[in-house]
């Protein structure tokens, strides 16, 4: 993904002060810090989360950090942000609405605290989202957006102060979450609401609380993300048919899949695999080389944390 600069499961050993060209999300599953963010020191602990935006310039008060294992991830916004903003942009790739991204940017540039305690559903999501990028299979990225998009949406709740006490909820979350992992590979299915909850063991409208939490989205609109996301792999990886593609998506009828793309991508099945495949070499390159100075650098020192 080229929204990802850098991600990884490690240890942190010396955070000098620098800011990042993107938005940095990190869980910290052991240890105790003492970051600044903008010269405010906060104290890191185990279990907590913690964010900073492309602007703001953060690192250790410490010349070496003490043990600890931290899950991290920096990504792209829309643009570089190099001076503070009340309101920006995520990747479109991401698929939030401009609404959607208001309620985000807000929350995340109105906040003077940068780190809190993480929820059970972050603690989960986090390394979550780890794993996936290390993954090779052929739906990483449209899994990667959604997990992305869920971490976000429950960052913004845990600054709000809107995250509800889900201790009960455990059995519920365990459920969705190994119903949400086999989703990519059984999307061809004729899931209903109704199918979902009784295959997790719980009710409809349990369901769709939990599923809210995890992921953002209620399942029927998580699961129609996942059928556009493998179409869009297949048509542009594959010379299968688009009626196959169709059926591997679940949908009865090649008509019914071809209006349901159109609507949602905004060209057809047949216009989307001519527009990729017409890419030259050049325009291939750019997409996937965009690289700046000091993202090779952010991403020489995971690798050294990592080794």
């Known amino acids: 993904m080229n929204e990802i600069i850098s991600y990884g499961r490690f240890q942190c050993t010396e955070l000098t002060p620098h800011k990042n060209r993107g938005m940095e999300i990190t869980y910290i599953e052991r240890g105790l810090m003492e970051w600044m963010v903008e010269g405010e020191l906060e104290k890191v602990k185990s279990g907590s989360i913690y964010f900073t935006l492309p602007w703001q310039v ?25 001076t503070p903003h009340t309101h ?36 989960s999501l986090m390394p979550t989202l780890i794993g996936e990028l290390q993954s090779t299979h052929a739906l990483r990225d449209a899994h990667t957006k959604t997990l992305i998009r869920a971490i976000l949406v429950e960052l913004k709740r845990i600054i709000s102060g ?8 455990t059995y519920s979350e365990q459920r969705v979450q190994a119903l949400i992992a086999s989703l990519p590979s059984s999307c061809d299915q004729q899931w209903t609401l109704a199918e979902m909850a009784e295959h997790c063991g719980i009710q409809r409208t349990q369901l769709n609380k939990v599923f809210q939490k995890l992921t ?36 009865g009828t090649s008509q019914y899949f071809a209006n349901t793309f159109k609507q949602a991508i905004g060209a057809t099945p047949s216009e989307y695999r001519k527009h990729f495949s017409g890419l030259s070499a050049a325009e291939s390159r750019d997409w996937k080389n965009i690289q700046f100075r000091t993202e090779e650098e952010e991403r020489r020192r995971v690798r050294d944390f990592s080794s």
């Open 58 to 82: 953060h690192g250790s008060v410490n010349p070496k950090e003490p043990d600890n294992t931290i899950w991290h991830v920096l990504f792209h916004l829309e643009k570089d942000y190099p």
């Open 88 to 123: 920006f942009q995520f990747p479109k790739s991401f698929g939030f609405s401009k609404e959607e991204m208001e309620i985000l940017s807000q929350t995340f540039a109105g906040t003077r605290q940068h780190c809190f305690p993480a929820t059970p559903a972050m603690r």
């Open 162 to 169: 809107e995250v509800v006490d889900t201790g009960q909820n």
């Open 216 to 251: 953002g989205s209620t399942p029927m609109e998580y699961l129609f993300r996942i059928r556009m996301e493998r179409a869009k792999t297949l048509l542009r990886e594959t010379d299968i048919k688009i009626i196959d593609i169709a059926f591997e998506c679940g949908y």
